[in-house]
């Protein structure tokens, strides 16, 4: 099946630095990736969709300045944090797809961010 | 508004049956997924339903009835590995995917 990476895996930072997270479709070309976010206990939110060479659409109540998202290219899209809070800590996972309709979508890993 | 109904949690025995119960009303329907995800980590894809049936895959199986908006899965044989949250999602009509607040399930010796 096709593979998602993230990385890092987990990250551990100060108030109010910024965290990029990074997403790979290692073996297929991702026409579009999503950016979940899941706290403990809950179902996974999702954040933003993200479509390669035009600019990500965010869900309700998402702040597009604070999550910054960069689709750069078919396999890669990056996910960064600004200015983070301890109340940004959370579970971040993305997923791809391969074409529009599509049935499945495909998961990376998870990254742990836990922001002091 | 979009909304997927499954159960918090559920206890089963090794080696028994267990069914989770999924309910939707979402605008628009293009498909129904479970997936599965353990503690810590990310979803692993389990099935895809598109048209009302079971479908079977090994020791899981999966269904669906449209016209009720209802969907279970099914695992047998159950081992203490399959300890884990199981995600119902639904795509919608613009093939966004509505999820489920997930049923966790204990499996006990």
């Known amino acids: 099946g096709a593979v998602v990476s993230q990385h890092p895996s987990w990250v551990i930072c100060k108030s109010g630095t910024s965290v990029k997270i990074e997403c790979r479709s290692l073996d297929f070309q991702a026409t579009t990736m999503f950016w979940y976010r899941q706290f403990p206990k809950q179902s996974l939110m999702l954040m933003a969709t993200s479509n390669e060479g035009s600019k990500a659409t965010y869900e309700q109540g998402v702040e597009k300045d604070k999550f910054l998202i960069n689709h750069a290219s078919l396999t890669l899209s990056t996910l960064t944090v600004t200015s983070a809070h301890p109340e940004d800590s959370s579970f971040y996972i993305c997923s791809a797809r391969l074409l529009a309709g599509a049935q499945e979508q495909f998961f990376g890993p998870g990254t742990r961010l836990t922001v002091l | 508004g979009q909304n997927i109904d499954q159960p918090t949690e559920m206890t089963a025995t090794e080696g028994a049956i267990v069914q989770i119960n999924c309910t939707y009303q979402t605008s628009g329907f293009n498909g129904l997924f479970w997936y599965q995800q353990h503690a810590g980590e990310a979803p692993t894809f389990l099935s895809y339903?598109?048209l009302d049936g079971l479908e079977e895959k090994g020791r899981f199986s999966s269904f669906l009835s449209r016209s009720k908006g209802y969907s279970y899965l099914l695992l047998k044989e159950l081992q203490m590995k399959d300890s884990a949250s199981y995600l119902c999602a639904v795509h919608d009509s613009n093939y966004q995917l509505i999820w489920g607040a997930g049923t966790k399930l204990i499996i006990k010796p």
């Open positions: 339903n598109v």
